[in-house]
Each structure stands twice: as structure tokens, then as C-alpha cells.
């Protein structure tokens, strides 16, 4: 991360005629950084493709692995939308207190040039939020969600299949005993009635869901519990009704030396978005036109060993196990996904780090259909 001091901004400032722009910043500080990173893949799926340009090409999406009678396939892809770049601005008021902005962004996810001839991706806005005192109001992480599980992985998630993962727009307030409360953006995902993994996005929910956590570090155990109640709306498809949801979500993370091991539980009724990159809904429309929500259990287990300054590596399982209703969903929903992966991380200095992956993911539907995603990755990634 660099830093521009203010006084180096004044005098570039003054030198350009704008010395009044200059004084009004004279107590910011602004930082930036991020890391350029390259991903190349060989993947072999034995129950069907992923198609040229799915986002399941990019990294590992959980719905998206192929299942069913379908032909095997084996491909290679390279890409750098992983690439990331953030922004800080943090100025000092003339009370003493603080004020920071934070803005950063990377490429995935979004449209871009075919791979023929440009590869181009579009900037996408990771994160964008204001802090002050103890509120922050943007787009961040959910509280909801504890990120110190993550694990390091040559993927851009590692383990999405059994944690909560979630970016959107909240207001926060954090306390320093370790409590913290949100109030973040609604959002309802439905399963249509005998529509297995089909999606309707509502638009329609009017109540913010609202989260809790509490989080502490006891010597060298890291633990959050948090938890979070919402409602689920739909009001078109000739469907008018509301449903409650819930979740608890159980995470730590504990150093052993220079190892840790990383590990969570998370379980909900309409919690569909907030885990396995939504390969579940939040509810899905029954035979009389209500809804009826669908729940979710998600485990997830890593340990990385150290073997030296330069080496380490991480073994990585995660599980996302959904409730079967298939009276109403049909057999063609989502039974469950995992994946189970290993890597090696070699640290080649301070900046720059390569790493090789090898996974093995998959999905089974209620039907019993089900399939395989193998992946051989490699990365380089330098951070400045």
C-alpha cells in the first residue's frame, strides 16, 4: 500500500494553480493498493459443460457445476479479472475526530470482449463505504458474515459452498466490545413452484434484514457468532404473501504457531443469497400460490500448515446441505454441494506470491442426478 503525504499534495497542488484545494486537504491522508493477479485453469466436468464465458469458467460457483447425463468435457482457461485496486481517503476534522472513504473494485463477474481478440473486463465496485465514529454507511461485507475464515486459495472464495459470503449496501454501528449491528439491503430469491433450481429476483421486499455478531479473541482463538432476521416478499407470478427468515452463523479461527485452522457453521430458513453464492433460494412458491421458506446448513473446515518462510499449504473442505422440498420445488432442486481442495502457496518475496490448486467439486440434485468439477489451478499474484 502507498501512501501520499499531504504536504508532498499541497506542493503538487500549488504547482497546478489549485492552492486552495491544497489547504482544504491539508489534513488528509490518502493510501492506495490492491494486487494484479493471474489465473490459468484446467477443468474436466464428467456430467456436462460449462459454457464458454460463464462466471463457473472464472472461479468456482457451487449451482453452477454440471449434473446429469451429459457428456464429459475438459478445458483450459486463463483470465486476471481477479486484479483489484482500493482507494482511502482519511481526514482528520478539525475536532480531532476522523472521517475515512474507502472505495475498490476488481473485473469479475462482469461483461467483457470475447476471449478471441481484447479479453476485456468491466470494473466492478467491491466495496464503497464512509466511516466515522463508530458508524460505517456503504457497501461492504455483511455482518452477517465473518471473513477471517476464508481461506487462502489460488480461488477467488476457496470454500463458498459452506460459509456465508456477501457484499451489499448497510448501516452499521460497532461497538467496541466486540457487538456490532446492521441494517443492510432486502433482497428475495424464489423458487418457482416445480422449478428445481430456476430463480425468480423479487424486487419487492420492503423490510432491510437485520444482523447481529459478536465477535473476541481469547489468546489465540478468534470466534463470531452472529445472526440475522428478514422477510421475504414476492408480489407478482400472481403470488402476494411474506415470510420470515432466519440464520446463525458459528465461525473461529484458531492459530496454532504459524498454522491455523479455520471453521464454521452456518445454518437458516430463507437465507438462500447469503450462502453458496445463493445455490439455494430464499423460499419457493407452493401449490397455493404462498410462499414457504427453504433452508440451508453449510459447514466448512480448513487447516494451513507452514512448512517454511517460503512454502505453506492449505487443505480445505466445505459442504452446503439443503432442505428437501420437493413437494413443491420438484426433484430437480439442489440436494447439496461440496468441494475439497489442497493447495501450495510459494511466497517468492514480500510482493509476490504463486500458487497451485487442486480440487474436487461437486452437486446432486433430489433426483439423485449429480456431477463432478475437477480443477487444476495455478496464480501469480504480486501486491503492491
Avoid: C
Avoid at 120 to 128: D, E, G, L, M
Avoid at 205 to 219: C, E, F, G, I, S
Amino acid at each position: 500500500m502507498q501512501r501520499l503525504t499531504t504536504a508532498l499534495l499541497a506542493s503538487t497542488l500549488v504547482a497546478g494553480g489549485l492552492a486552495s484545494m491544497a489547504n482544504a486537504s491539508a489534513e488528509t491522508e490518502y493510501s492506495y493498493g490492491g494486487y494484479i493477479k493471474l489465473d490459468a485453469m484446467i477443468s474436466r466436468t464428467d456430467s456436462g459443460s460449462l459454457p464458454s464465458g460463464s462466471i463457473g469458467r472464472d472461479f468456482y460457483i457451487p449451482g453452477l457445476t454440471p449434473v446429469g447425463n451429459g457428456a464429459s468435457n475438459t478445458y483450459t482457461d486463463f483470465h486476471a479479472r481477479e486484479t483489484r485496486f482500493f482507494f482511502r481517503a482519511a481526514q482528520t476534522l478539525e475536532n480531532g475526530e476522523k472521517i475515512t472513504g474507502y472505495v475498490e473494485f476488481d473485473f469479475l463477474g462482469t461483461p467483457g470482449g470475447d476471449k478471441r481478440i481484447t479479453n476485456s473486463y468491466s470494473p466492478r465496485v467491491r466495496h464503497a463505504f464512509i466511516q466515522y465514529r463508530n458508524w460505517m454507511v456503504g457497501q461492504y461485507w455483511s455482518n452477517f458474515q465473518d471473513v477471517t475464515i476464508i481461506p487462502e486459495a489460488p480461488d477467488f472464495v476457496g470454500a463458498p459452498d459452506g460459509i456465508v459470503f456477501n457484499r451489499q449496501p448497510q448501516v452499521r454501528y460497532t461497538m467496541a466490545n466486540g457487538w456490532s449491528f446492521s441494517v443492510e439491503a432486502p433482497e428475495t430469491t424464489v423458487t418457482p413452484n416445480m422449478g428445481g433450481t430456476g430463480r425468480i429476483t423479487t424486487g419487492d421486499t420492503a423490510m432491510p434484514d437485520l444482523t447481529a455478531r459478536y465477535q473476541t479473541k481469547v489468546n489465540n482463538v478468534h470466534y463470531s457468532v452472529a445472526g440475522i432476521v428478514r422477510r421475504l416478499e414476492l408480489r407478482q407470478h400472481g403470488v402476494n404473501d411474506t415470510v420470515n427468515g432466519y440464520g446463525i452463523n458459528l465461525s473461529t479461527k484458531i492459530d496454532i504457531g504459524e498454522h491455523d485452522i479455520r471453521a464454521g457453521f452456518v445454518h437458516g430458513e430463507g437465507i438462500g443469497r447469503y450462502v453458496g453464492i445463493n445455490s439455494v433460494n430464499g423460499a419457493v412458491i407452493d401449490d397455493v400460490l404462498n410462499l414457504d421458506t427453504l433452508g440451508y446448513t453449510g459447514v466448512t473446515f480448513a487447516y494451513r500448515h507452514v512448512w517454511s518462510d517460503k512454502y505453506r499449504t492449505n487443505f480445505i473442505f466445505s459442504r452446503g446441505m439443503f432442505d428437501d422440498k420437493r413437494e413443491y420445488t420438484g426433484i430437480n432442486a439442489n440436494d447439496h454441494t461440496q468441494r475439497l481442495a489442497a493447495n501450495l502457496m510459494y511466497q517468492v518475496n514480500e510482493k509476490l506470491v504463486v500458487g497451485a490448486e487442486i480440487s474436487r467439486a461437486s452437486r446432486e440434485l433430489l433426483s439423485g442426478d449429480d456431477g463432478n468439477l475437477d480443477r487444476l489451478q495455478f496464480s501469480v499474484t504480486y501486491s503492491f
